[in-house]
């Protein structure tokens, strides 16, 4: 049951670039709400629909069916005009004439950037949800949609790997990550990869000319290389096409993963985290608490300040790299 009193009605919103399980972390912050006998609202398309009003009341009966469906049902949007003191002023606004006392903002870095100044400015309740494929929020340590967008890459490397030992051909898999190597890493790990390129260690041309070269002397029938794309280390078609060009035995194709890693239905893991921090989200408004981010640390629900989840950098651990290359021989 509610312990503050101040708070009667929560609004929840996804932002962002959508991720599996979303839907499920929407759920449980509705059901949560109702259990604790507090209205809920669902804001559509974001801080751009919460500027325009697009609110809708919800229920428990309202999020039947979602747990495993992925993207997001209230829609997801960027929004320039919540960038301006302006547009975070008409959404206050909104909030106010539809009596909402608290938010629960599902999204990555943006998303609670925006939290971050518009708790700043107008003192209002948000507890943050991390909901990123990316896995690059610190706070926690896993991010809603990083476990089923793994899995995703996983899957589609195995049918690469298939028709690459049939032809002896050698494989760079493009996937998402362009300022931090999480998901590369894994899934470097996870699929055996000869070589993972990655923002936070830079493989130059010569060094991966090196391990293709080790690879050909050990009669690899194919290799596989994950590439997250962007700096200096992204890029797959760039990097295939050196590759080709100073080892021209090699018959090199690109498969860029592109969106494909955002969809599909939520992973077990990825349903039960969401479920979790949605449920944590209201307990905390209603404890009070605010201007924080839950996530997971050491399998315990943690509250971060948004000013710490945004201004530090989640570090990848080395261990993981360090392994696949012992492994990639």
Partial sequence: MAENGSIKKIAVFTSGGDAPGMNAAVRAVVRACSYNNVQVAGIYRGYQGLIEGDIEELSARSVNHILQRGGTFLKSARSADFRKKEGRKKAYEKLNSHGIDALVAIGGDGTFTGAFHFNKEFDFPIIGIPGTIDNDLYGTDFTIGFDTCLNTVIDAVDKIRDTAASHNRLFFVEVMGRDAGFIAAHAGLASGALAVMIPERH?????????????????????????????????????????????????????????????????????????????????????????????IIDRKVVLTPFEKAISEKLQLNPEIIRISDILSI
């Fill in 203 to 295: 493989m130059s041309i010569d060094q991966l000319l090196e391990r293709l070269s080790d690879a050909r002397r050990h009669n690899k029938s194919s290799s596989i290389v994950i590439v997250a794309e962007g700096g200096e280390s992204g890029d797959a078609t760039r990097i295939a096409k050196e590759v080709q060009e100073r080892m021209p035995y090699y018959d090199t194709r690109v498969t860029i993963l592109g969106h494909l890693q955002r969809g599909g239905s939520p992973s077990c893991f990825d349903r039960n985290l969401a479920s979790r921090l949605g449920v944590a989200a209201v307990e905390y408004l209603i404890k009070g608490e605010r201007d924080s981010m839950v996530g």
